[in-house]
């Protein structure tokens, strides 16, 4: 089937077309558009929730007009519409359903409601048809997570962040150090320039058995390091955004390596894999400790492409075609959720309550 896919679920506005015959392991994509609000919320430093949702009421219709001409289709070949329903800012949520429903409804297509992690979690399938089962690794603006995926719809989650995303710990570090947002690109330039053992930062949770993350901590103590040494020289914050950097990377290695053993002793599998997502995912010294520690671990490390890393609605498409293709479909009184596990239920109907 050929699938159209809606993501407006943060500050990108995207749509995608994406097909695969049945039997197919990978997708071929068609198009991959993505509008990013950058510099809508730059000069506010974060996203601004109404003004996202704005930007998405405006530039959506054109987006998907400009996925279907890229892709060179017309609505009769699009099988199914899929529109990302949480997680996620409410307004945009509800601004990319609502239109995904109304051409499902206008041209008598299948509707599906996807979950934005299920997006993350399914892409190394439609970029390498990664069989099941393997391990994510999603690490966002709003997301650490590790997840055993297990099959469509079979996610377990074996950890999370108790406080701030690892993207989200970037995000504040740049801002204290005045480096603009999104922040991680910055953080990563200056670290490479910088001494990373001038400053002792803690090493949240490391060598704690439980295999959670966490990284307010090491925030609070890089504020209070900044606020010691006064006026901060270029020395000193690419010193400080190095020590960040190697801080996380060591944290997340440790973290990391609690889930693989746990995966080796507890899942059948001949050829474990571990795949990272989201938008740290390009983070170059991040995605360096990975491969190593993978290797160490005789881990396939996969790392899809970084367009598909970060939001996008190719993800989108596959998770629906995914779902599509095996017979399912969701009712069009679905409703958006701003909070949703990747192994909760699926999304509530409208007026249910829920
Ligand atoms: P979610 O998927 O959880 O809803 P999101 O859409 O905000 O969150 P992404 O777009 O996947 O997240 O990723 C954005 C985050 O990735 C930002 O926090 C940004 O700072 C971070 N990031 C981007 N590039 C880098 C990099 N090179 N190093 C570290 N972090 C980075
Ligand atoms: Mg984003
Ligand atoms: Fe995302």
Not at 86 to 105: D, E, R, S, Y
Not at 256 to 266: D, F, G, K, M, N
Not at 315 to 337: K, N, Q, T
Request: hydrophobic share 40%; aromatic share 6%; with cysteine.
């Amino acid at each position: 089937p050929t699938v159209l896919g809606i993501e407006t679920s943060c500050d990108e506005t995207a749509a995608a077309i994406v097909r695969a015959g049945a039997g197919d392991a990978r997708g071929e994509i068609l198009s991959n558009i993505i509008y990013s609000q950058f510099g809508e919320h730059a000069r506010y430093g974060g996203v601004v929730p109404e003004i996202a949702a704005r930007a998405h009421a405006d530039k959506l219709d054109r987006v998907i007009k400009a996925a279907l001409s890229e892709a060179g289709t017309d609505w009769d070949a699009i099988d199914a519409i899929a529109a990302t329903a949480g997680p996620g800012l409410i307004g945009g949520l509800i601004v990319g359903t609502m239109t995904g429903k109304a051409i499902a409804l206008a041209r008598g297509k299948p509707f599906l409601a996807v979950n934005h992690l299920e997006g993350h979690a399914l892409t190394p399938r439609l970029t390498d048809g990664q069989p099941f089962p393997y391990l994510l690794l999603l690490v966002s603006g709003g997301h650490t997570q590790m997840v055993l995926v297990r099959g469509l719809g079979d996610y377990e989650r074996w950890a999370t962040t108790i406080d701030d995303a690892l993207g989200e710990a970037f995000d504040k570090t740049a801002k204290l150090l005045d480096l603009g947002y999104p922040g991680g690109p910055a953080v990563e330039k200056m670290a490479s320039t910088g001494d990373p053992d001038r400053f002792a930062l803690p090493r949240p949770l490391k060598g704690e058995a439980r295999p959670d993350f966490s990284f307010s901590g090491l925030k609070t103590a890089l504020r209070k390091t900044a606020t010691d040494l006064g006026a901060l020289t270029d020395r000193d914050v690419a010193d400080l955004c190095a020590g960040f950097q190697k801080a996380v990377t060591e944290t997340l290695e440790d973290r990391v390596t609690r889930s693989l053993a746990r995966y080796r002793a507890e899942i059948t599998d001949i050829s474990p894999t571990l795949v990272v997502a989201g938008g740290v995912a390009a983070n170059k010294a991040i995605r360096a400790m990975l491969e190593r520690v993978c290797a160490e671990h005789g881990f396939a490390f996969l790392a899809p492409p970084m367009e598909l890393c970060s939001d996008n609605a190719a993800m989108i498409a596959w998770a629906g075609l995914e779902r599509f293709r095996r017979g399912e479909s969701d009712p069009l009184d679905i409703a958006p959720r701003p909070r949703w596990p990747l192994d909760g239920d699926s999304a509530p109907r409208i007026g249910s309550g829920r």
